[in-house]
């Protein structure tokens, strides 16, 4: 047990802390709406379309893509952003394009026009993200830093509710009742989000500073990727804390990501009602915001590690229940389950990461981070088809992903017991 500060949240910490409200709009629209949208568009018999099967495997591409391109260009942009006043501009740039493409793909007709926009949105946002977790060094300091990680996490699990409220009443009266044009729909949803990503992040780019940073020139694309070999170096031969950590993230991650993306293609392979699902999911993130606001409460007493180590236990008995999945109340269960230890789980990790690496070095460190957290998510959805195409059930499927929680339990308890190296970094 630790002993950690208690005071109220600064300026500059509740800005921070609205900016998850805002982009977490996005993310509950993206796991929920848009791939029914764009199978909307996508499947039928005319010219140019698809079957039901070319539509998921062509959206599973598009998730590929955006996991590949964000993992390769994570680390250079964070490495740019760490430069003396960069930051802000960089996250400013990747926001503008993120929202305006959000925009767009709420106005395109055609199914390609339509997944290019949201890949496009899609790496903007994730850069958005790297940008801003790196940014929790520059707003408060270390021992406040579990509490602020895991206050934006929960706020922005209840915040995203609003937007998505209306999203999904415009989206039932196209699909149950029948009293609104689907694109009029579309074009709602996409539009509210977007106003809601962009107005809520005013309060961050009105307060932030970048107070950490490598004060050098920017130097050439040859000498920033350079630079990231050079720390990937002093990572895997020296800083074996950071190493043990990012291993044991990108596998208990794994299983986080992979629940989160394939939420509602578990429910349909089991023939459950998708608007059902979709309710549940959204009552989901109430339980999100209060168990996050809860382990809030609890790291200002606990050590992070444990709290962690709690949250990948709770995970490991959800994949567990998910071998009886059968009815949607069972369900509706799971995702409450889930919700219970989603926000905490990444939250934790983010504050943990910030505390054992180099502050002014936090955007490079964070493209890293984020290179692990998309390569889990891919892996987990691999393991998932490969079940399913041996034969197995959806729940087997799920239920494989204890393997990832327990390796993930291990290595982050050998990565406590490290000491960290940041003598070479």
């Known amino acids: ?53 070319a539509a998921t495997g062509m959206w599973s591409l598009a998730t590929a893509i955006v996991t590949v391109v964000v993992a390769l260009i994570g680390p250079a942009l964070g490495a740019v952003a760490d430069r003396k006043g960069f930051k802000k501009p960089v996250f400013m740039t990747a926001l503008a394009i ?5 925009v767009l793909n709420g106005f395109a007709n055609n199914w390609v026009v339509f997944i290019v926009l949201y890949v496009a949105t899609k790496i903007a946002y994730s850069s958005c993200n790297t940008f801003y977790d790196s940014m929790l060094n520059d707003v408060t300091t270390e021992e406040r830093m579990d509490e602020v990680s895991s206050y934006g996490y929960a706020w922005g699990y209840i915040g ?27 074009i709602i949803g996409f539009l509210v989000t977007a106003a809601w ?10 307060n932030y500073e970048q107070i950490n940073y490598v004060d ?4 050439s694309v040859v000498a920033v990727f350079k630079q990231i070999f050079g720390t990937l170096k002093k990572i895997f031969v ?52 209060l168990f996050s606001l809860l382990f809030a409460k609890l790291s200002k007493k606990y050590d992070t590690v444990n709290l962690i180590s709690i949250c990948i236990l709770g995970y490991f008995c959800v994949c567990v229940y998910a ?43 964070f493209g890293i981070y984020d290179i692990f957290s998309k390569g889990a998510s891919f892996l987990g959805s691999a393991v998932i088809a490969a079940v399913k195409f041996a034969g197995g059930t959806i729940n087997i499927a799920v239920g494989s992903l204890t393997v990832f929680f327990l390796l993930g339990f291990i290595f982050l308890r050998m990565a406590d017991k490290t000491k960290a190296r940041t003598d070479v970094i």
């Open 238 to 289: 020296h800083d074996k804390k950071v190493l043990l950590f990012l291993l044991a993230f990108f596998l208990y991650i794994d299983g986080v990501g992979t629940i989160i993306d394939n939420c509602i293609n578990i429910g349909t392979d089991l023939g459950l009602d998708t608007v059902g699902q979709v309710v549940f999911l959204l009552a989901t993130q109430v339980v999100a915001w």
């Open 323 to 365: 071998l009886t999945l059968k009815e949607l109340w069972q369900f509706g269960i799971m995702a409450f389950g889930v919700g219970m230890f989603q926000g905490s789980i990444q939250s934790l990790s983010r504050s943990y990461y910030s505390k054992i690496i180099p502050a002014e070095n936090s955007g490079e460190y």
């Open 216 to 219: 050098k020139e920017h130097g």
């Open 197 to 206: 990503w962009a107005l809520v992040t005013v309060p961050l780019l009105k």
């Open 98 to 102: 993120g929202i305006g493409c959000c």
């Open 1 to 53: 047990m630790t002993n950690k500060k208690k005071s109220d949240l600064t300026k500059k910490e509740k800005a921070w802390i609205l900016y998850d409200v805002g982009n977490s709009a996005y993310t509950m629209l993206a796991c929920s709406l848009i791939p029914i949208w764009f199978k909307n568009l996508a499947i039928g018999n005319a010219a140019g379309q698809l079957s039901s099967d």
């Open 160 to 186: 995203s509710c609003a937007p998505f409220l209306v999203a999904l009443i415009f989206y039932v009266l196209d699909y149950m009742a029948h009293k609104i044009d689907p694109t009029v729909a579309r």
